[in-house]
């Protein structure tokens, strides 16, 4: 790194796949000389990288922008602007319109041209780029430098399938993000033996329907994310696979087998049910009834009994009844989760959604989510107290708060606090479970580190 190499910011909302798309974008443009910064106000180019899932999430990112103009107002720097990500699909070019700080705007498919966009900005010619590219955006993105993954950590994302073809009539993402997609399982291979050589110990597969992925092979055949996570499995080194977000329609039993047979894939599964009311399941469309929700984590289970569960719930979608939240909240009971993330109704614009009667009072709504959470929060609760006095793995993924304290993560994705003097970031160790937080666990060694690979020379130059 030189001194006055340009300095980049990227500032990422919503999803993992935000996450993931912020580093390809720092790779991209690590090539043209820029390093990272974690401070706007020293960046020489400030990327929004944006979600459209939230409400009022244009609003949000217009009211960032306009504390970005109030700050190159006051420091006298002329940082570059780009909005990229959803909210950048979505409004195009308005935000040029409404946002004269904004300099080029890029859409999730064309991050690859970033660097000859930013060359375009230079000039004065503000581009803007939300084009569903046919290319293959991820084939052309430059490859990250051991050296960048292992300052990311020893867990990663990868992005196996982008878009989506369900159609919930709540969702923005068809529309966003485009029909559904999957790149080809080479690729990923790939890819991720990049990242479990500069240091990363667990890998987490990304797609807005992620169970949907159906990329070419290396044989030419189709392959199915089961068939995917069997040769990833494969990768020596590789300690941890999850993957996420998964729709119950595409499920199937190669799936829910590889649950049963892949001891590296964690038993954690997060699969978003939205209602326990057919009703409201059909106007939603999401093709599914709630019985079949039911029998389908019925069928997971009996093939890793010691699942843990997460999902997420809409309240107060238009048309939703005191009788429709009561079946919400008999799903919820019902599915025993270990997790879930519960969100008020809130409409998008050029959705079904946004334009069906029976809209629900703000009001109905907040308290439906009150009850909802309240029912969720006490099934997290007695989850992580079921864990006390077990013994479980955890991956040790950062100092933690004192000395001789590491922070990981649980099987079951849950933080866990321990106290493991000799032990480094990136061990997996067998620890018992000693006590609960209010979000996390506490535990101490089981008999000593175990699966302890060395650092790669590489990833830590």
């Not at 159609?167 to 890819?191: D, K, N």
């Not at 107060?316 to 009788?323: K, L, R």
Request: glycine letters at 6%; hydrophobic letters at 40%.
């Amino acid at each position: 790194m030189t001194a006055n190499a340009p300095k980049l910011f990227v500032k990422s909302y919503g999803c993992q796949m935000n996450v993931y798309d912020a580093e390809r974008m720092a790779d991209a443009l690590a090539p043209e000389g820029y390093v990272e910064t974690q401070s706007a106000e020293d960046a020489d180019l400030i990327i929004l990288n944006t979600c459209h899932i939230r409400e009022k999430a244009a609003e949000k990112v217009y009211s960032e922008l306009g504390r970005i103009r109030k700050m190159k107002q006051e420091t006298g720097r002329a940082p570059k602007v780009a909005v990229a990500g959803c909210v950048a699909q979505a409004e195009g070019a308005e935000i040029l319109k409404r946002a004269p700080v904004v300099d080029l705007v890029i859409g999730p498919q064309s991050y690859q041209r970033l660097p000859e966009l930013l060359r375009e900005a230079a000039e004065g010619r503000r581009p803007v780029d939300t084009d569903f590219a046919v290319e293959d955006k991820f084939e052309r993105l430059a490859k990250p430098s051991p050296k960048a993954i292992a300052s990311r950590g020893v867990t990663a994302f990868v992005t196996v399938q982008e878009g989506c073809d369900k159609f919930c009539t709540f969702c923005v993402v068809p529309y966003t993000r485009g029909a559904e997609s999957s790149r080809p399982a080479a690729q990923l291979i790939a890819e991720t033996e990049r990242l479990v050589a500069a240091g990363v110990r667990e890998v987490t597969l990304l797609g807005q329907n992620v169970d949907a992925y159906h990329g070419e092979g290396p044989d030419g055949r189709t392959w199915s994310l089961a068939r995917l996570m069997r040769a990833l499995s494969e990768i020596e080194g590789l300690a941890r696979l999850r993957y996420t977000t998964s729709h119950p329609r595409d499920m199937d039993d190669e799936l829910i087998a590889a649950h049963r047979e892949l001891p590296k894939l964690m038993p954690y599964l997060h699969l978003p049910v939205q209602s326990g009311s057919d009703r409201i399941l059909a106007a939603m469309n999401r093709k599914h009834t709630a019985d079949e929700y039911l029998r389908l984590i019925d069928r997971i289970r009996a093939a890793r009994p010691d699942l843990a569960l997460s999902g997420d719930f809409i309240v107060g979608f238009p048309g939703e009844t005191d009788a429709d939240f009561e079946d919400t909240l008999a799903i919820a009971r019902d599915a025993a989760y270990a997790s879930a993330f519960t969100f008020k109704y809130s409409p998008r614009p050029g959705t079904p959604a946004a334009d069906m009667d029976g809209q629900v009072p703000e009001a109905v709504k907040d308290e439906r989510l009150q009850r909802l959470q309240a029912l969720i929060s006490a099934q997290q609760a007695a989850f992580a107290r079921s864990l006390v006095g077990r013994e479980i793995d955890v991956l040790l993924d950062r100092p933690g708060r004192y000395p001789g304290q590491l922070a990981g993560r649980s099987p079951y994705l849950q933080p866990v606090q321990i106290t493991a003097p000799g032990a480094v970031v990136g061990e997996v160790i067998r620890a018992v479970v000693t006590d609960t937080g209010a979000n996390s666990l506490f535990a101490a060694p089981a008999g000593g580190a175990r699966d302890i690979l060395p650092q790669p020379a590489e990833a830590i130059a």
